[in-house]
């Protein structure tokens, strides 16, 4: 019989792999893939300012227990953005040729 935390991992899984086959159709179309991520990211805002705000525990030892599973398991989640330097590094690479 499939306990919680097993049929949790399995939705979870299930989850990632239809974001990932999105992705993947996506592939090629950089507006797509912006649209992508765009939504990771509100859910992530969303999750994190409703669910996560809510469960917080109200009292120090609970929170600073808490803060250490945070840390044994990998730290606060963090969604980076692309940097505009790195964008820029696909523009005009120096040596090319440009029509002018």
Do not use: C
Request: glycine residues 8%.
């Amino acid at each position: 019989m499939a306990t919680a935390e097993t049929d949790w991992s399995q939705r979870f899984a299930k989850w990632q792999a239809e974001a990932q086959l999105l992705a993947a159709e996506a592939e090629g179309n950089p507006i797509a893939l912006l649209a992508v991520l765009r939504e990771m990211e509100g859910v992530h805002r969303r999750l994190q300012e409703g669910a996560l705000r809510n469960s917080l525990p109200a009292d120090r030892r609970r929170l600073f227990a808490l803060l250490q599973a945070i840390e044994q398991s990998g730290g606060w989640p963090y969604i980076p953005r692309l940097q505009i330097k790195t964008l820029l590094e696909h523009l005009n690479p120096e040596g090319s040729d440009s029509a002018g």
